[in-house]
C-alpha cells in the first residue's frame, strides 16, 4: 500500500483546479479573491474529465466525498442497468462509493454495488467495482405468462467484479479497459437456461474485458464507445455450466453524454448485441438516462 | 441498417477528432458564439427522413417505417428543456414473404403496412460550437396499417388483430442542428420503442428544416 501511495505521489495527483480553471466557461467572471466582506464567488462548471462530472460508468471514477447522484433511464441492456434504471450511488470518499438501482428492488431483484478508486494520478487510473444480486424469480412480476412459471421456482445469486483502468492523455481523449468476472449461480426446481435472469445476463458466469473510449468534443459534451468482448460465458446449471458462445454474448454501444446543467447529465446510447434481440426483439437498441449529481 | 449505424458512427468520431483538434482558442471562440446563440424560444421542424424496423413479428417481416414526414412543434427554456408535440407519417412498403404451412401447399404473399406517430417529447438543447445538440425522448401512438391481400390468409400474429393496430411507443433520439437566425437545419434520429409486439420497433433518420419564429 505504501508502494502504491508513493507511486500516486510520484505520478503527481489529479490537478483538478488547473482544469477547472482551463475550461470555465468563456464570459464566466474570473475568480476574485476571497475576502472576509464579500462572498466566495460562485464555482465556475468546470468539463467533464473533472471527479465532480466524470461519467463512472464503465470508468475507473467514483464519486467524489459527500455526492450523492440519483440516476434515471430505461432500455438498458445487461447487468446494473437493464430495462429500467433508478440508481442512487454516494460517495464515501477515499476514493469509495456505494450504488444501489431501486428499480431493480421493485422487481424482487436486489443489488448493492460498491466502488473504489484507488490510482488516481494524472494520466492514469485504477478502479475495482464489486455488486452482490440476489433475484427472487417469484417477485420478477415484468415477466411474459409463459416465463413468470418458469422463473417463479428459481432464485439466483450473483457477484460480479470488475477492475477498470483509465487513462487521459489527451484533453479530449479518455480510454477505459475493463476486466471484469461475474459469479453466478442459480437455486430452485426449474431448468434456469432459459430464464430471465439467463436472458438478462444477471445470471451469467462470465469473464470478458471491455474497451471504450471517450471524445470529449466540448466541456459538456462527450461521445462514448465500448464494446463487451467476453472471454467465456456460461449458465450455470445443476450438474455443469452450459457455455454461451461469443457472438452471443458480445456486445458494443455508442452515445453521447452532456451536461445539461450544473449537477444535470443526460446520455442517449445505441447498443448492438444479442442481448438486445432477446431482452427487446431487436438487435440494435437505444437507452436513455438522466442523472442527477449534488 | 448496420451501414446506417456505421456510418452514424464515423461522422461522430470524426466530428469528435475535427472538435478536438481545433486549437484551445479557437474552441472558446466557438463556445462564446454558441452562448450568444438564445435558445429560448418557439420553433417549427418539419423532417423528411427513411426509417427501417430493426425487428420482426414472429416470423413476420413488417416495413412500416420506409420513407419517412413530419413535423415538431416545441418550446425551449433558456435553460435548454424543451416540450414538443411531434407528428409524423411513415409510407412503409411491402415485403414479399412465403407461409410454408403444416398442411397444404407454400404460397407467398406481400406484406403492407403503414405508421402513424404522435405524441409528446422532453428533450435538451446543448450548445455544440455552432451547432445545438438536442437530445429527445418522445412518448406517444403509433397507429399501424397492414395489409396482406384479399386472398390470403391473415399471419397468425394478426389473426385476432384490428386494422389499424395501435401501441404506445417510447422513441428516444438525438438531433444536430445548425441555427442561423430565424432558419435551422440539421440530421438526427428517432429510434421507436413499441410496446404493442404487433409493431416492430424502428429507426427513423431524418433531415430537419424548421424556423424560429
Do not use: C
Not at chain 1, 494520466?123 to 420478477?140: I, M, Q, R, S, T
Not at chain 1, 411474459?144 to 487521459?168: F, G, N, Q, R
Not at chain 1, 459469479?183 to 439467463?198: D, H, L, T
Amino acid at each position: 500500500m505504501t508502494g502504491i501511495a508513493f507511486a500516486v505521489t510520484a505520478l503527481g495527483a489529479r490537478d483538478v483546479s488547473a482544469q477547472t480553471a482551463a475550461t470555465s466557461a468563456p464570459g464566466t467572471p474570473a475568480p476574485a479573491t476571497p475576502t472576509a466582506a464579500a462572498p466566495a464567488p460562485e464555482k465556475a462548471p468546470s468539463d467533464l474529465q473533472s471527479p465532480e462530472q466524470a461519467s463512472t460508468r464503465n470508468s475507473a471514477y467514483t464519486l467524489p466525498a459527500h455526492m450523492v447522484s440519483f440516476e434515471s433511464g430505461a432500455l438498458g441492456i445487461g447487468g446494473g442497468d437493464v430495462v429500467a434504471l433508478m440508481g442512487i450511488s454516494y460517495g464515501l470518499g477515499a476514493g469509495f462509493q456505494i450504488n444501489a438501482n431501486l428499480a431493480h428492488f421493485a422487481v424482487g431483484m436486489f443489488n448493492l454495488g460498491a466502488g473504489w478508486h484507488f490510482i488516481d494520478t494524472r494520466y492514469f487510473d485504477l478502479g475495482v467495482k464489486l455488486g452482490a444480486w440476489y433475484g427472487h424469480g417469484k417477485w420478477y412480476w415484468i415477466a411474459t405468462p409463459a416465463a413468470e412459471k418458469l422463473i417463479s421456482k428459481i432464485d439466483v445469486i450473483a457477484l460480479p467484479i470488475e477492475l477498470t483502468a483509465s487513462s487521459t492523455p489527451t484533453r479530449w481523449l479518455e480510454l477505459d479497459l475493463s476486466t471484469a468476472y461475474a459469479w453466478a449461480s442459480f437455486f430452485g426446481s426449474a431448468p434456469s437456461e432459459r430464464s430471465p435472469f439467463a436472458d438478462n445476463e444477471i445470471g451469467l458466469r462470465q469473464f470478458f474485458l471491455r474497451p471504450g473510449a471517450r471524445f470529449f468534443l466540448a466541456d459538456h459534451t462527450a461521445f462514448e464507445i465500448s464494446t463487451k468482448l467476453p472471454l467465456y460465458s456460461g449458465i450455470p446449471l445443476e450438474d455443469r455450466t452450459l457455455s454461451v458462445p461469443f457472438k452471443r454474448a458480445w456486445a458494443i454501444e455508442g452515445g453521447f453524454r452532456s451536461r445539461f446543467a450544473r449537477g444535470l447529465f443526460g446520455s442517449i446510447r445505441l447498443h448492438y448485441g444479442s442481448i438486445s434481440n432477446v431482452l427487446y426483439g431487436a438487435r440494435i437498441y437505444p437507452s436513455f438516462e438522466i442523472e442527477l449529481r449534488r | 441498417m448496420r451501414h446506417l449505424v456505421a456510418l452514424a458512427f464515423a461522422l461522430a468520431a470524426s466530428l469528435g477528432a475535427t472538435f478536438a483538434h481545433a486549437e484551445p482558442s479557437a474552441e472558446r471562440k466557438a463556445t462564446a458564439s454558441a452562448a450568444q446563440y438564445s435558445l429560448q424560444g418557439l420553433d417549427v421542424l418539419a423532417s423528411a427522413g427513411w426509417g427501417a424496423a430493426t425487428a420482426t413479428v414472429g416470423d413476420l417481416k413488417l416495413a412500416p417505417y420506409g420513407a419517412s414526414f413530419g413535423g415538431d412543434v416545441g418550446y425551449t427554456f433558456s435553460m435548454g428543456l424543451r416540450l414538443s408535440g411531434h407528428f409524423d407519417y411513415s409510407l412503409g412498403h411491402g415485403i414479399v414473404q412465403s407461409i410454408d404451412p403444416r398442411i397444404g401447399r407454400d404460397h407467398e404473399f406481400t406484406a403492407d403496412a403503414s405508421t402513424l406517430h404522435g405524441g409528446f417529447a422532453m428533450g435538451w438543447d446543448v450548445p455544440l460550437y455552432m451547432l445545438l445538440l438536442r437530445y429527445t425522448i418522445r412518448l406517444g401512438v403509433s397507429s399501424m396499417s397492414w395489409d396482406f391481400g384479399t386472398n390470403t390468409r391473415r399471419p397468425v400474429e394478426f389473426e385476432t388483430l384490428q386494422n389499424p393496430v395501435i401501441g404506445l411507443h417510447v422513441a428516444p433520439g438525438m438531433a444536430v442542428l445548425w441555427p442561423y437566425r430565424w432558419f435551422e437545419a440539421g440530421i438526427g434520429f428517432d429510434y421507436l420503442a413499441q410496446s404493442n409486439y404487433a409493431i416492430p420497433s424502428g429507426f427513423i433518420g431524418s433531415v430537419l428544416i424548421g424556423v424560429r419564429p
